[in-house]
Structures are given as C-alpha cells and as structure tokens.
C-alpha cells in the first residue's frame, strides 16, 4: 500500500471518492495476523471458564437491556478481544444503557465522558497543575484514565477534542506534556454517536473509525420488549441491581486465552481476501485497513471461546465480518452504514473459502 505521502493516496472523503484506491503492491504482503503464531493448545477448563463468565455477564447485561442480545454479545467479544466498540444510533435507544451495564458487571473503574463542543483535550485527558506547596507541577488525571470509559456521542465533540483519543485507543497510554501515562488495564473505550446528519454532529475521521474494533446499532425494541422497558424501567433505575459478575484479574487472564486461540494459515489467507475484495469492489471508494484484518481476527478468536472451541472456522468470521468491517469502508456514492454492510455482505458472499 502507499505511504500517506504519496500523492496516489486518498487523503480524505471527498478525495477518495473522485480517485481509485491505491493498488497493493505484491512486495508488501498484507497479513492481518501480523506476528502472531497459529496458536497454542488451550486447555478446555480454560475455555469453559472463560464461557461461564460471558454467559454470567451476557445474562445479567440482558436483564436491563430487554431485546439487544446481539449488542451485548458483540460489547462482551470486543471486551475479551481487546478492542474498542462504536455504537451508532438515533438517542433514547439504550446506548448509553449497554455501555453502563457493561461498566457494571466488570468490577473495574468506570468512567463518563460527555462529549460536547466546547470540550477541550485537557477535560479528556487530565492537566498539569503547579502546586503551590511542593513547588512543582502535578498531573491530574482525565476521565478517561478508567477500566471502561464511556465516551457518550463522541461525534458531538470537535475533530481537535475526538483526535485527543486516538494515542489512548491505539496503544493504551497517553502523552501529556512530555510525559507518558499509561491506562489501566484492562482498557476498553465504548462510545455511543448519533447519526452524523442530525444538528451539531461532527463525522469521525477514517482514522478514529478505524480504532474501533466493531460499530453495531442498538435499533428501536420489538413492541413485547418497549411494553417490557415501560413496566421496569419508569419507576427505578435499571442498573440499580446490576452487580459484577467477574473481577479484573479474570478479564485479563480470558483475554490471555482469546489470544492464544489457532487461526490456521489457510483461515488468515481468507480473512486477507476479504480484505482486498473491500478494494477491489467498484463500489468502494477506500477499502478496509489492514488493522481491520487485525481487529477481524482478534474478535474471531473471542466468538470461538464463547463457542467452545480452541481454533477459529471461516464461519466465525464471517459472522463478525460486517460489524468489524463495514466502518472501514467507505462506498463511491454514499457514505451511509447500510450501505457499508451491504456491501461486505456481498463481498462475503462471493469470496471463496479456500
């Protein structure tokens, strides 16, 4: 792929949909799996542990989110796999709500970010102040130096205050003044955004897109689940009795399993084929990054841990692929997320298993 600094390279929407994506060159294999191995033996105990705490924490994030079992499943895979989750939906659907429950059943620091205009990097990040005692500057830590930070319609907040999360999504730490701080750990960023043509909305740039590991939308409850949320959710707070289900350490020590879990060569030849369908299509305008391989297989291995299995099958990502991947592309006519996951679910359709 080209460098940034080749004039052959799409440097934004609007350039990406009046030039063709840059060609891949044969001299720079893309492999989405980057260093690392098959995968070692994991113990079955292992595996059933690791199900019996998404099972505990799916059962009790569904008990207040009536009717978003696909949500909550994809808010636990991105959590095991390390990655960040994007929801995307008009307001009062419940985004907020999962991020919390999510919050809740990990016995972590949970923290809120209410993004709005006039926030500024420092209100994310922490500041430096000069104590007048000790006669030296004094770092205060941000909101977002949490276990699960909830960063609520991020795309309210200006392009200056959403790039401020960029080096914290990327690689967990943050650079503040000639300091590095590092996140705690674990680390995971659930951000809530409505749909960018509504009043004050600004679109997250490709590259903040492409930190997220999976974008879903909630969507409206079926009628059984809205009469079911009007008969609990008027009179208390639904989170209220939502405890944790499990502790840090266990968070850490399954997402040590998730990694470990096989992906045959021949599966990660396929997770890159689909890879470069998303920049070959006509349709598309840019193409998936080859993060999104990355992110691609990382949740893979978690479904397969939830599934039972110590390796992951072609069906598993096949099943992720238009959550992990439709927010990496961008389509020639329309930059819309329907269109986006339609267009993956053709390209998984008629790209073969080998």
């Known amino acids: 792929m080209s460098l940034p600094s080749d004039a052959s390279q799409p440097t934004s929407r609007r350039a990406a949909r009046s030039a063709a994506y840059p060609t891949v060159s044969p001299a720079q294999p893309a492999d989405p799996a980057g260093a690392t191995a098959a995968g070692a033996v994991v113990a079955e105990p292992a595996i059933a542990r690791v199900q019996q705490i998404a099972g505990a924490a799916r059962t009790a994030m569904n008990s207040v989110l009536d009717g978003k079992d696909h949500a909550v499943r994809l808010a636990l895979l991105a959590l095991l796999a390390g990655g960040h989750l994007l929801l995307e939906d008009v307001p009062g659907v419940g985004k907020t709500l999962l991020a919390k429950s999510l919050g809740r059943v990990v016995d972590g620091s949970v923290r809120r970010i209410q993004f709005t205009p006039d926030l500024l990097p420092s209100d994310v990040l922490g500041v430096s102040l000069f104590n007048q005692e000790s006669r030296q500057f004094e770092f205060r830590a941000g909101p977002v130096f949490a276990n699960i930070v909830i960063a609520d319609e991020i795309n309210r907040a200006s392009p200056k205050t959403q790039s401020a999360m960029l080096e914290c999504m990327a690689e967990s730490q943050a650079s503040i003044d000639g300091t590095t701080y590092r996140m705690p750990d ?26 997220f590991m999976a974008r879903i939308s909630i969507g409206y409850p079926s009628a059984e689940a809205e009469i079911g949320l009007l008969d609990h959710h008027v009179d208390h707070d639904p989170l209220g009795s939502l405890r944790p289900v499990t502790s840090l350490a266990e968070i850490l020590e399954a997402r040590e399993i998730v990694r470990h879990i096989t992906a045959t060569p021949e599966l990660r030849t396929y997770v890159v084929a689909l890879l470069e369908a998303t920049r070959r299509d006509p349709a598309v305008a840019l193409g998936s990054s080859p993060r999104g391989g990355v992110q691609l297989l990382r949740a893979a291995k978690a479904l397969a841990v939830l599934n039972g299995r110590s390796y992951v099958t072609p069906d598993d990502i096949q099943a992720l692929a238009v959550d992990v991947l439709a927010h990496r592309v961008i389509p020639k006519d329309h930059d819309d997320a329907q269109v986006s996951a339609d267009i993956i679910r053709a390209i998984i359709a008629r790209t073969p298993v080998r």
């Open 186 to 211: 674990p680390f995971m960023v659930v951000a809530t955004q409505n749909p960018i043509d509504m009043e004050g909305t600004y679109s997250l740039p490709e590259a903040q897109r492409d930190r």
